[in-house]
């Protein structure tokens, strides 16, 4: 399995995009076939070989499809196929951005959903070419980096501020380090108007966001920590559960997993789609 992430070098770029990431199983690597992937407030766009299938089991049926796709924010936690070779090419957007951005092939707010998209469409560029850009990211991931900051500069002369935006992003700083009911103060509004305009843009609530960002900070702390090293009543202090049988209740609501069989698959794909790597 081959993998690495880079975050935009160009800082107007990096307001609306978090990182971009590369994924590619070669023919032969030993590597888990069906990893599930947790929760996420933020979206993906997934640049893959037009023949490419993909397939993402969900609560209820399955998203399924060819090429390359918009993989929206999800509440669910879905299921992957990597039982054969393949390569994705992601670009992660920050919490919301897409609100702003005003994607054609993305209605807002979408949820737990994955759309295809046309990349001839989506970069106008006369200078586009998928194969390219794919070879790059293979071979020159600094290079690939240089590559997608240059075809979604365009777009930042499109894009939607609001006050609605420019709020959420505020919250966005403070959601993971203040409690959901002090914020409109901290913020210097109503409560009220914080939630909706943080659901305008995001299509979630803050206590939504703030559960998926702590599920994945809690993830990434036992991925990079071997089973016999985690001490289980500390994660759940750590990470603001009354107890470890809080901390057992969250995990299996969230992701299906006792914190125990986690430790011991380590199924999800939190290495990669824009997570540790």
């Known amino acids: 399995m081959i993998n690495w992430l880079q975050v935009p070098k160009s800082q107007d770029v990096a307001k609306y995009i978090e990182c971009y990431w590369l994924i590619e199983k070669l023919p032969g690597a030993e590597s888990y076939q069906y990893p599930k992937l947790n929760p996420d407030p933020a979206a993906h766009l997934i640049i893959s070989p037009s023949h490419q299938a993909y397939h993402y089991g969900m609560d209820v049926g399955t998203a399924d499809g060819y090429g390359s796709h918009l993989l929206l924010p999800h509440l669910q936690t879905f299921q992957l196929d990597h039982s054969k070779p393949f390569i994705h090419l992601g670009v992660k957007f920050n919490i919301g951005a897409l609100y702003s951005l005003g994607l054609s092939a993305y209605s807002h707010p979408s949820l737990d959903a994955i759309e295809g998209v046309n990349l001839a469409s989506l970069f106008s560029s006369s200078e586009f070419n998928q194969q390219r850009l794919m070879d790059i990211a293979i071979n020159d991931p600094e290079a690939c980096c240089d590559q997608l900051d240059a075809l979604f500069l365009p777009w930042l002369d499109k894009v939607k501020e609001d006050q609605h935006s420019a709020l959420t992003r505020k919250a966005l700083t403070v959601l993971d380090s203040t409690s959901i009911s002090a914020m409109g103060e901290q913020l210097f ?43 289980w009543v500390d994660v759940a202090l750590k990470f603001g559960f009354s107890d470890q049988p809080h901390l057992i209740r969250h995990l299996k609501k969230q992701i299906g997993q006792t914190p125990k069989k986690y430790a011991k698959d380590r199924g999800l794909t939190i290495d990669v789609y824009g997570g540790v790597n």
């Open 189 to 231: 509004c109503s409560q009220r108007t914080l939630e909706r305009s943080f659901s305008r843009v995001t299509g979630l609530t803050l206590k939504q966001c703030q559960t998926m960002n702590k599920l994945e900070a809690m993830l990434e702390y036992l991925y990079q920590r071997n089973a016999d090293e985690i001490d």
